[in-house]
């Protein structure tokens, strides 16, 4: 059994998506003490802008045509692709950034998406491999609250895992991480502390799943 994870918040302490992904892979660690994990952290040592553009384009040139910066994003959407074929489960930890995707992990998708292996006219090469998502949000944009429909990220993650990869995913929505940063949200506290107790729950929960 081997173990993707990928972290993609710019900060490594207090950061609230590692925190819960830490509690995801705890109990796959405990199902399995001597398995490998292979991490990957885009948050603090992105992938380049530019290599997507560069894949793109290799894909419709001759190999020998290739250019110098092609065939190394050719070579760096493989890696990484091949990590996610190595794993047996995967752990992704994606904070929201300015209501949308975080700008790294849209382009390890779209390095990905250049792979062969991960073409529209072929079953994607990940299909069915079990995946949690643990996701966070400063604020809170459930149904109903004055944000909804501010949070222009989770649907985008669930199209692109689901229905693209055919990923079998399961979704931890932490929400209202900076009450308690933020003096504005001081009247959430209580409603923070809960939500976070039921996003830990779950994540203890989907560890299992993932070890299992
Ligand atoms: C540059 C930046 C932009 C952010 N934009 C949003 C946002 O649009 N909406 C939101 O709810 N939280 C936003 N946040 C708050 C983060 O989602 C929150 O702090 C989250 O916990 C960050 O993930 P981390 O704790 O794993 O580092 C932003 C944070 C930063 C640093």
Redesign the pocket.
Known sequence: MTLFRLDA???KV?????QMADIVEREWREAHPDEPIISRDIGTEPLPATAWAAAVTAGSAPEESRSPEQRDAVALAAALTDELVAADSLLL?V??????VSQHFKTWVDLIATDDRMQPHVEPVVAGKPTVLAT????Y?AAGTPREG??HATAWYRRILADVWKLDLRVIETEF??VG?NPNLSQFEDMAARMRAEAEDLARSYGRTLAA
Do not use: Q
Request: neutral net charge; charged residues 15%.
């Open positions: 918040s710019i900060r207090e950061s609230h998506s590692r930890a904070p929201l950034y300015n209501f949308g966070v949000h400063g604020g944009y501010w949070d991480t900076l940063v």
